[in-house]
């Protein structure tokens, strides 16, 4: 069964250089866990000391309550599948799968092979168990991986971006292979990635690293819908979200968000005259009929993304807005759009601090 | 390749013959050069070799032909046959401690650190110096009246001894001077083949839980078997062709303790000016180092499967 | 020997050497090959620059050209040079001679030398070295830095436990001395007991004693595996297992002990004469008073015994063009002129009677000479011609040590240095 696991306070120094400062967050039994952010943010320094592969400079790190600072990776009870798999090249497929469980001794020999071929079984490799790794391809590897940091039923499962080196649709296939897993086995997993869909679709809770430091920790909803800075809410989607620099003032008892061409009504905890900052995505702005329009412009680019149709409009001057239609809504280049709101707020940022600013309920 | 090859032919629709087409002669003219080197530096040579050794030749002055007298020469002679006993255990003594040293060595600084530049530096130092010095170094040392010895096994109770007066301490003697010198040389081509090595390898073993000794066992020792064999190979023929160690230092003595078949040629061509004598010899260690080589190759095919 | 035919392994490397240097045949230029260099400073090197000047000035016409060489390959170097016939006119040797005479690169001096010996007999000392260099009563070679191995012994040690030089006289006198020295807490005797690098010792020197000065019968033949040779093994064995002599000797080479004796660690070391000068300008505590040379023992009061002498000498190319301008210059270098340069620039043993006189050679390194050419006079024993004896002495050392060390009888270690030797002939 899953252990919890707990950071408090936990820092990591290289030298002079400061790679994680005061991280705080807790992982219940059995969840799933995102560490998201760029590569420098920290997440890889912050799983490498939970594995213990680095010491820790500050604070301590617990794993189902025990502080384990002190404790070798090979008895914090964990597993983990590496970037580049680290299969021992030198042993088949099955002895590569055996490797944990004759490690720690003590499990008999039928035991081990009962296992691995469970463990094989599970994975889909069965008739692959008395090669050797590099006869694997890509994705056979990738499951090998899987299969030798489960197989002795480890508290925490530490996964360091395990489908990176996969192409776009055995990633997505194995996406749904991983959740599957978690799910069957119910192991605590913290799952290192850079790739925010992978984060969204995995998690039942998401950390999102920047420069060392924990920026935001929740569901995928939360740092979906409510990003609590820029950098977040900028990570986050497909698409980088566009931001407007302006400000807000007051008008006909309502706040209004003013910038040259763009001029909406916003309902915010904000007082008047502070410069602001509004947040843009493509799924938050819809064509609606001239009326009801918050915004004009003019269709610049359209692109076809299969489903979906891409409209990079232009607003007052020279401002491009990005917006997700219907791929049948028939919109063409030099078309003139009203566009209005498709979710029940803007995103504000104060433009000083990048924070967000949140919704009047 | 094969296929490919009778791809290409079918393709070009002709029926020439495969070795001369001008494609496949290019390649065969870049090694050429190299070829011709190894021949008139080794192949040559170790045809006249064969070819004076049977001849009985003294100082200069080549002699009747004598067929393979020398070589009933050398095996009936009970100092050549000492000699091979003594190369024997020269060498193989040498190998093991070079080797356990010189892998420690390489364990223990593989990390690039500060320290352990400065310690490689250090252990370097004997394989760098000439061994014409280090080895006079080490007579003097080791010499009873002159030396270091009496002055720190003295205060331990240990009565004054002649180390390289005696036959059993004057084979250590030269084995330490072996050592001395090639653990370092050890030490670096161990340490290739250890940086070699993927750091996440390591990383994934511990996690994996397994303890330092197990690692070495079966992590570090199975995917250093090549760097290993390359090492080994390399210091047993160093070993067994050495002259330096026994000439400088012991002289071969006392009473032959120390003549190894290297010793023993030398002596019988340049000092006795038996050079058909000498050539034989030289045939027989020539013989003596291809069978040491295949032995260990074999050894290493036959002790464990390697992946492709 | 005279059966190998000129074909030799070097007529291949002759060609390919660069032993162009040699000038051809110019009458008036007379090239010489010798470990010396004129250009340099030792005293040898002085005397031979002087030598020639001089000769060159007496001889306006005539042109000596010195190419140095290294001495350890001078020899073969030359053989391979006259099958080349570019060999230099005039060729130095030590031990070499009889590989010279035997392979026929040297040349018979009877023609152009005959009246000169005759007329400078009576002055010209060391007659046995004149007798080492005649083959068949041709002389082959003139010698001129002749040298014998003789023993070395620390006088103010002797002094201070009240031995003379006449108690070295007997090999019972001789383990004697040693055994007051030791008792005494002095430094006792050094023995280069080594196969590498011999030298002569007590063994070798007690059995030519035995043998009639010659450590090899006629014909170059080795048979020391009789009465005489193991009671001369027998000699030195007891010596060491008696703890006279210590068992690390059996690792040293002449060279270890010469060294161990500079610095001062020893009171006895055999040694050859030819080091006397180096013994006094490398070590602070050496000079005529406290170091002298002596004769071997012998086994009686009334002889000494034999020591091994040898002599840097100079002989004629049989294909040289300008044999008349050569031979001339050789006996200058022999002259009272040339044998004065030698001594007292050169510091080697006086070659004339007259020249030993004279009143420059008194007193440090020229008291030591004059001692060992008193005991080179009286003792020395050339080896036979053409015998190859310089191995010989590791022969006996390895007879030693296979005594000591593993438990052979004297009789079968003597065998197989016998054997060995006579191999090598």
Redesign the interface.
């Known amino acids: 069964m899953g252990k919890t696991v707990e950071f408090c306070e936990v820092g990591k120094n290289f030298g002079s250089v400061s790679a994680l400062q005061g991280l705080n967050l807790k992982i219940e039994e059995g969840e799933f866990v995102s560490f998201l952010g760029p590569s420098g943010s920290g997440k890889t320094t912050s799983l490498n000391m939970l594995?213990?592969?680095l010491s820790v400079s500050a604070g301590e790190i617990k794993i189902a309550g025990q502080r384990v600072n002190e404790v070798?990776?090979?008895?914090r009870n964990?597993?983990?599948v590496?970037q580049?798999y680290?299969?021992?090249?030198?042993?088949t497929i099955a002895e590569n799968l055996a490797?944990?469980l004759r490690?720690?001794r003590g499990m008999s020999k039928d035991e081990i092979g009962k296992r691995v071929n469970d463990a094989a079984a599970v994975l889909g490799v069965p008739d692959l168990l008395e090669r050797?790794p590099?006869?694997l391809s890509g994705g056979q590897q990738q499951r090998v991986a899987l299969g030798?940091a489960l197989i002795?039923d480890p508290g925490v499962l530490?996964l360091d971006e395990p489908l990176s080196n996969l192409d776009a649709r055995l990633r997505i296939r194995m996406r749904r292979d991983i959740k599957k897993l978690h799910e069957r086995l119910g192991a605590t997993i913290v799952y290192v990635t850079h790739d925010q869909a992978e984060a969204l679709t995995l998690s039942s809770r998401i950390a999102v690293f920047n420069l060392g430091s924990l920026q935001q920790f929740g569901t995928p909803e939360e740092i979906y819908n409510k990003p609590v800075n820029t950098f977040v809410a900028n990570f986050l989607g497909e698409r980088e979200m566009t931001f407007v620099e302006g400000s807000i003032e007051e008008r006909q008892g309502r706040q209004w968000f003013t910038a040259p061409g763009v001029t909406v009504p916003v309902a915010h905890e904000t007082p008047p005259s502070q410069a602001v900052t509004l947040g843009i995505r493509a799924e938050t702005l819809k064509p609606v009929p001239a009326e009801g329009a918050l915004i004009s412009g003019e269709v610049r680019e359209v692109e076809h993304s299969g489903a979906d149709l891409i409209l990079y409009v232009t607003v007052g001057v020279q401002r491009e807005l990005v917006v997700r239609t219907e791929a049948n809504s028939g919109f063409e280049k030099g078309d003139r759009i009203d566009l209005g709101l498709a979710q029940s707020h803007f995103h504000l940022f104060d433009t000083a601090t990048g924070v967000a600013l949140a919704p009047r309920v | 390749m094969a296929e490919a090859g009778v791809a290409t032919v079918v393709g070009t629709g002709g029926r020439r013959s495969k070795l001369f087409r001008v494609g496949e002669v290019k390649p065969y003219l870049f090694v050429l050069p190299f070829i011709g080197l190894e021949a008139l530096f080794l192949l040559l040579p170790l045809g006249m070799s064969l070819y004076y050794s049977l001849f009985d030749i003294k100082y200069l002055i080549v002699g009747d032909f004598v067929g393979l007298q020398n070589y009933f020469e050398i095996f009936s002679n009970r100092r050549f046959l000492a000699s091979v006993g003594v190369t024997m255990t020269f060498s193989l003594f040498s190998l093991f401690f070079t080797f356990i040293v010189g892998f420690a060595l390489a364990l223990w600084l593989v990390k690039d650190n500060g320290h352990s530049v400065f310690m490689r530096a250090i252990i370097l130092v004997p394989y760098v110096i000439s061994m014409l010095v280090g080895s006079l170094l080490l007579k003097w040392v080791l010499s009873q009246d002159a030396g270091l010895t009496d002055l720190l096994l003295g205060p331990l109770g240990i009565p004054s001894l002649s180390i390289l007066g005696d036959p059993s301490t004057a084979m250590a003697a030269i084995v330490y001077n072996g050592v001395w010198r090639d653990s370092a040389f050890a030490m670096m081509l161990l340490m290739a083949g250890l940086k070699s090595i993927p750091l996440h390898i390591y990383q994934a073993a511990k996690v994996d839980g397994a303890s330092k000794l197990y690692t070495f066992w079966r992590i570090t020792l199975p995917l250093m078997r090549m760097p290993i064999l390359i090492t080994l190979v390399r210091l047993l023929l160093y070993f067994v062709n050495s002259l330096t160690f026994q000439l400088v230092l012991t002289g071969g003595g006392p009473a032959g303790a120390t003549t190894n078949i290297v010793l023993h040629m030398y002596r019988s061509a340049f000092e006795d000016s038996l050079l058909g004598l000498g050539n034989a010899m030289s045939f027989v260690l020539f013989l003596f180092n291809l069978a040491i080589i295949a032995v260990i190759i074999i050894l290493f095919r036959v002790s464990g499967r390697t992946p492709k | 020997m005279g059966r190998y035919y000129a074909r030799t392994l070097a007529t291949v490397l002759a060609a390919t050497c660069s032993l162009g240097a040699i000038a051809q045949a110019n009458a008036g230029t007379v090239t010489m090959w010798t470990f010396l260099n004129p250009e340099n400073t030792s005293g040898r090197e002085v005397a031979l620059r002087n030598v020639i000047e001089k000769y060159e000035a007496n001889h306006p016409g005539v042109d000596i050209v010195v190419e140095p060489q290294d001495w350890a390959t001078m020899t073969e170097k030359f053989v391979l040079s006259h099958s080349a016939n570019r060999a230099p006119d005039i060729i130095w040797s030590a031990q070499d001679l009889g590989l010279l005479v035997n392979s026929g690169a040297v040349t018979s001096l009877n023609p152009y030398l005959a009246d000169w010996l005759a007329e400078n007999d009576d002055d010209l000392l060391f007659d046995n070295a004149y007798d080492n260099a005649t083959y068949d009563g041709e002389l082959m070679a003139v010698p001129l830095f002749p040298y014998s191995v003789l023993v070395f012994y620390r006088k103010d040690h002797f002094a201070q436990v009240g031995l003379t030089e006449d108690d070295l006289d007997t090999w019972d006198g001789f383990a004697a001395a040693v055994k007051k020295l030791q008792d005494a807490g002095l430094p006792g005797l050094l023995l280069p007991l080594s196969e590498d690098k011999p030298s002569s010792t007590i063994a070798t020197t007690a059995y030519m004693d035995l043998n009639d000065g010659h450590l090899l019968a006629e014909g170059c033949v080795a048979d020391f595996a009789t009465d005489i040779g193991v009671q001369a093994l027998t000699l030195q064995t007891d010596m060491i297992k008696s703890g006279l002599i210590s068992q690390e000797a059996v690792a040293r080479t002449n060279d270890d002990a010469w060294d161990l004796f500079i610095g001062g660690r020893g009171s006895i070391v055999p040694q050859t004469s030819a080091r006397a000068g180096a013994l006094l300008s490398s070590s602070d505590w050496a000079n005529e008073e406290t170091v002298g040379i002596v004769p071997w023992p012998s086994f009686t009061t009334d002889h000494h015994g034999p020591s091994v002498g040898a002599s840097w000498q100079v002989s004629l190319w049989s294909g040289s063009q300008n044999k008349e301008e050569a031979s001339d210059f050789m006996a200058f270098m022999a002259s009272e002129e040339g044998a004065k340069e030698w001594a007292v620039t050169g510091e080697q043993l006086p070659l004339r009677a007259s020249v030993a006189n004279l009143p420059e050679l008194s007193g440090g390194v020229f008291a030591l000479n004059q001692a060992a050419s008193e005991a080179l006079n009286e003792t020395g024993r050339f080896p036979r011609p053409g015998c190859a004896e310089s191995s010989t002495m590791g022969d006996w050392n390895r007879a030693a040590q296979d005594v000591l060390l593993n438990g052979i009888s004297p009789v079968d270690a003597l065998q197989e240095a016998t054997d060995s030797t006579n191999r090598r002939q």
């Open positions: 594995a213990g592969l070798p990776p090979e008895r964990i597993a983990m590496f580049n680290a299969l021992y090249p030198h042993l490797f944990p490690a720690r050797y590099k006869e030798r002795r530490l």
